[in-house]
Nanobody, 117 residues
Framework: QVQIRESGGGLMQAGGSLRLSCAAS????????MGWYRQAPEKQRELVAV???????NYADSVKGRFTISRDFRENIITLEMSNLKPEDTAVYYC???????????WGRGTPVTVSA
């Protein structure tokens, strides 16, 4: 059974930093892209950052230069380093992994990030 386990997040003042981690298991199905999405109250879920199976990364314009995503391919863990946080970064952050031959998407339960002004 596929498990997506998230950790990190919490409350931080504007300008501060937080780290999110996500582990996907098991990996014998093959894990493709892994990334982070977020959903603020009354808004749609949006992509924050993704790292492909080849190691390429892509970021939302709103987080470029502030957030960094990395991936441990052996352990199937991704980490999102968030710096210079802004109140508009406040949201529930969800880990996403595409697993298996057809890239079926699996989601974590979400971890809240709150940035105070």
């Amino acid at each position: 059974q596929v498990q997506i386990r998230e950790s990190g997040g919490g409350l931080m003042q504007a300008g501060g930093s937080l780290r999110l981690s996500c582990a996907a298991s098991p990996d014998f199905y093959g894990i493709g892209n892994m990334g982070w999405y977020r959903q603020a109250p009354e808004k749609q879920r949006e992509l924050v950052a993704v790292v492909t199976s080849g190691g390429a990364t892509n970021y939302a314009d709103s987080v470029k230069g502030r957030f960094t995503i990395s991936r441990d391919f052996r352990e199937n863990i991704i980490t999102l380093e968030m710096s210079n946080l802004k109140p508009e970064d406040t949201a529930v952050y969800y880990c996403n992994a595409q697993i298996g031959r057809h890239g079926q998407e699996f989601w974590g339960r979400g971890t809240p990030v709150t940035v105070s002004a």
